[in-house]
């Protein structure tokens, strides 16, 4: 059976970051069904993301994450488990489970770095959009 929705779940902190990456991932798309869902950060992503794996309803799920230094030194740990996590998750669906999870060397809340990563953030929404839809090629041509 191939699905055509998709689970975009996205991590609150930076939402006005994070959220561009769901506006790429719908541009890329188009009228395809994108089912989106609000954690409060992005060490809550992975077992979602492995929930709704499990489910047989999706084509893929994405993670979207702004992790940033915070002044203590963690988020490459974070950002790095979330990832792992992502990875463990879409080998125990076997579902694609894509990554935009994203943790910058430097990070200050200025309005061009701001803008620089919404951007940045809509340009990686769109290719786990062309991912999603690459993998689910492959993997039917596979199976067929």
């Known amino acids: ?12 902190w930076h939402a006005d ?18 089912d989106v869902f609000d954690v409060p950060g992005a060490f ?5 993301a492995r929930d709704l794996a499990r489910t047989g ?4 799920v994405i993670g979207a994450a702004f992790v940033v230094d915070g002044g203590i030194y963690r988020h490459d740990f974070v950002a ?12 125990d669906a076997g ?3 894509l990554s935009v999870v994203l943790t910058p ?3 200050q809340e200025t309005a061009a770095l701001t803008a620089f990563f919404r951007a940045h953030f809509a340009l990686k929404g769109r290719e786990a959009a062309d991912a999603a839809i690459a993998v689910a090629r492959v993997r039917a041509a596979v199976a067929a």
Do not use: W
């Not at 309803?57 to 893929?60: L, N, P, T």
């Open 95 to 97: 579902v694609p489970v």
């Open 44 to 48: 809550e992503i992975p077992l979602l």
């Open 17 to 34: 970051i994070v959220d561009q990456a769901l506006d790429g991932f719908r541009a890329a798309i188009g009228d395809a069904g994108i």
């Open 105 to 107: 060397h430097n990070y």
């Open 1 to 12: 059976m191939t699905h055509t929705c998709y689970a975009l779940i996205k991590a609150n």
């Open 80 to 91: 790095a488990t979330v990832v792992e996590g992502l990875m463990r998750a879409q080998m």
């Open 57 to 60: 309803r999706y084509a893929a």
